[in-house]
């Protein structure tokens, strides 16, 4: 059984243009991939389709075995626990300390109090950044912010984590030390989509590329074999 898995996908959002028009994959459990394409192509909507933000207009959306299509909305918080999302802006909270931010999403979840901080540590511990549990995130670099952001994702152990240009804001060094990270919880079993422009960063790494071009999915597989789908727009980053 696949961890993500798009049936004959469309998502409509008006009557002359679909964001997502008939995408079909999957991406198995432990599996490391990135999703590019040009802006507008439907990297977002792909993801929100795997959140529950958004919920497909023909086809169906599998997380882990569950149809998300006509999911009670008394199962999404558990659907929720299982996925992870690192965002390019970080979304942290400044009026909060990193522990707070951190452990947000468990209290969201409704974990015991005596189980946050060890999870929260933990987390931290993963990115590197056990110690700042006190520091305000404002005080942060943009990098440092980028690994709490991260440590928030994966705080609940998810099995699926996604991440959308999580390396927008960052230089080539910073950039290629994020990867890493996201490659070590893949490592560990976590199944890892990134949306991103980074096309030179794709290249370097040689996972698997799922390319959207106008709502409609190419799949690169591993390597950057030329001939399996349009790059249009992705090497400039538009």
């Known amino acids: 059984m696949s961890m993500v898995r798009f049936d004959q996908v469309t998502k409509r959002y008006s009557k002359s243009k679909d964001a997502l028009s008939d995408v079909s994959f999957e991406l198995q459990h432990g599996e490391f991939a990135f999703l590019t394409g040009h802006s507008g192509a439907g990297k977002s909507t792909l993801l ?10 023909k086809g169906e ?16 918080p558990f659907l929720r626990r299982k996925v992870g999302v690192v965002f390019q802006n970080h979304q942290l909270l400044f009026d909060r300390s990193v522990y707070d931010n951190v452990a947000l999403p468990l209290l969201i979840a409704g974990y015991s109090p005596s189980e ?6 933990a987390a931290l511990d993963s990115v590197g950044l056990l110690g700042f549990e006190k ?36 230089d080539p060094e910073l950039s290629e030390e994020i990867m ?8 560990v079993g976590v199944t890892v989509l990134i949306a991103t422009h980074d096309i030179a960063l794709i290249e370097r790494m040689g996972h698997r590329r ?29």
Do not use: C, W, Y
């Open 135 to 170: 520091r305000n995130p404002i005080e942060l670099s943009g990098g440092e912010q980028q690994r709490v952001g991260i440590a928030r994702a994966v705080v609940n152990k998810p099995q699926l984590l996604l991440a959308d240009e999580p390396t927008g804001n960052l």
């Open 116 to 121: 946050v901080p060890r999870r929260v540590r």
């Open 180 to 187: 890493n990270l996201f490659l070590r919880f893949q490592q």
């Open 61 to 76: 959306v599998f997380v882990d075995g569950e149809l998300l299509n006509r999911m009670k909305p008394s199962r999404v």
């Open 210 to 238: 799922l390319i959207l071009d106008h709502g409609t999915l190419f799949d690169k597989g591993a390597g950057s074999d030329k001939n399996a789908g349009p790059d249009k727009g992705d090497a400039n980053g538009h």
């Open 48 to 57: 929100k389709l795997m959140m529950l933000m958004e919920r497909p207009s």
